[in-house]
């Protein structure tokens, strides 16, 4: 079975201060790990993606994740918080041999304070 | 259109009704997803479409839930003698194929509130 554990379900950062956002997962196969993105009154949007290549995955708007099979992580980090990355950010599995079959985690609310 | 488009974007019924959401995916995409987001939840599968056929039903609650494809494009998810439990987000995906790499594009959903 697979799963995905978000340990938080807000986080509240300063503009320009670091962002982490920390995930945990669960997998009886090598894991496929996403974060999606999810903005107010708009579709939930691929942030990034680990697909067994490197292990530190590089997304957009500077946005980053680092899997780390060892404690079974794939924290979102950021290094400068920007106004605009308030959101629901959500860890995702994706069930062995079924990319499509999705198994999203309950989210984390990012707020950004100025 | 460039995205995926879902109608309508809110819809309100009462309990018992019956309730069609409309997904109309990217143009081209054969594979086509439903997920559905309760309030304050991740969004959980409902049921995948490769062409007209659905090919993974697993996720629908239970037989008053059904969707369809007819002609391999547009999808309508379809829910009898609705419950209050049913109020939530309805989510459409597409991908160009079936993938195996997790990238779906999602469309900004309907909301279904049952009273």
């Known amino acids: 079975a697979q799963s995905v554990t978000q340990l938080d379900s807000h986080v509240s950062v300063s503009e320009g201060t670091p962002v982490l956002l920390r995930c945990n997962y669960s997998?009886?196969?090598?894991?496929?790990l996403f974060w999606y993105v999810q903005h107010p009154n708009k579709g939930l949007q691929l942030l990034l993606k680990?697909?067994?290549?490197?292990?530190l995955v590089k997304g957009i708007n500077g946005f980053e994740a680092e899997f780390k099979k060892s404690e079974t992580s794939f924290h979102l980090t950021k290094p400068s918080a920007h106004m605009s990355d308030a959101a629901e950010y959500f860890c995702?599995?994706?069930?062995?041999?079924?990319?499509?079959?999705?198994?999203f985690g309950q989210g984390t609310e990012l707020s950004v304070k100025p | 259109g460039a995205g995926v488009s879902q109608t309508p974007s809110n819809k309100v019924t009462e309990k018992g009704k019956y309730v069609e959401l409309r997904c109309d995916p990217i143009?081209?995409?054969?594979?086509l997803y439903w997920y559905r987001q309760s309030l304050g939840q991740g969004p959980e599968f409902l049921i995948y479409?490769?062409?007209?056929?659905?090919?993974?039903d697993s996720g629908l609650p239970n037989d008053r839930f059904f969707a369809v494809r007819p002609e391999g494009s547009v999808s309508t998810l379809k829910i009898q003698r609705t419950e209050r439990g049913d109020s939530a987000v309805y989510l459409c995906?597409?991908?160009?194929?079936?993938?195996?790499?997790?990238?779906?594009?999602f469309g900004e959903g309907s909301r279904l509130t049952v009273l």
């Open positions: 995906a597409s991908s160009p194929r079936a993938t195996n790499t997790g990238e779906l594009f």
């Open positions: 997998s009886s196969y090598s894991p496929s």
């Open positions: 995702v599995v994706s069930r062995y041999n079924q990319g499509g079959k999705l198994i």
């Open positions: 680990y697909t067994s290549a490197a292990t």
């Open positions: 479409f490769q062409g007209t056929g659905a090919a993974d």
């Open positions: 143009s081209g995409h054969t594979a």
